[in-house]
């Protein structure tokens, strides 16, 4: 059979794009750990008297995979003028225009910020639990104890309560040399705390998880 120049460069062209395909499902796909993920949960412990405190906790439940330094970073776009007026544990890398506040003056005002942890050797009065690694986490599989990070923010001007709350949105999680893609926030049942003598169970005020993957 004698092929023409066009019919042989098309032919190329699609084994081509054949090979490309197959080598960007491959490199999506994590044969290792399909089904391991990152999970972002947020508990609402009170109200106050413009919005909520809650503690975030960061969950590297990948099998293999770690956070190395100088370690995650966590963002998000608030929905609606929240602001944080204090955070303990973690720190975000730009407070924002915060001109219009007068004497009390809020750690940030960005509508669209970036959340990373605190390092060793912070002063016990700005840590809280699995805070204050310099962003470094172990995979759940290898080391559980490690792979867990939390912080914890005041955030104003929003809801203060159930009803009126508003989830966050567009959430991003980054790591050196590591990109993942995180879904919407999704309201799940209130975290229980079981206290130190194990004798009284109580429950988060409100609660929603964020699913990120490996991409």
Not at 132 to 141: E, Q
Request: proline share 5%.
């Amino acid at each position: 059979m004698n092929w023409t120049w066009k019919e042989t460069s098309c032919s190329i062209f699609i084994v081509i794009m054949v090979f490309s395909t197959m080598f960007v499902l491959t490199e999506a796909y994590d044969a290792l750990d399909p089904n391991g993920n990152v999970t972002v949960k947020w508990d609402i412990m009170s109200w106050t008297p413009d919005g909520y405190v809650a503690v975030v906790t960061i969950t590297n439940f990948q099998a293999f995979r770690h956070f190395e330094s100088p370690g995650w970073s966590l963002g998000w776009t608030w929905a609606k003028k929240e602001i944080i007026w204090s955070i303990m544990g973690s720190q975000t890398t730009e407070q924002g225009d915060c001109s219009k506040f007068k004497g009390n003056i809020p750690h940030c005002c960005k509508k669209s910020l970036t959340i990373v942890d605190l390092l060793p050797g912070t002063p016990y009065n700005q840590q809280i639990a699995n805070c204050c690694k310099g962003g470094v986490l172990s995979s759940w599989m290898q080391d559980p104890a490690n792979a867990v990070a939390s912080f914890q923010l005041s955030v104003g001007s929003a809801g203060t309560s159930r009803k009126t709350v508003t989830l966050p949105k567009n959430f991003t999680l980054k790591a050196p040399g590591t990109a993942y893609t995180c879904g919407p926030a999704k309201i799940v049942e209130p975290t229980k705390f079981l206290s130190a003598d194990r004798r009284r169970v109580t429950l988060a005020l409100r609660t929603w998880i964020v699913t990120c993957t490996y991409s």
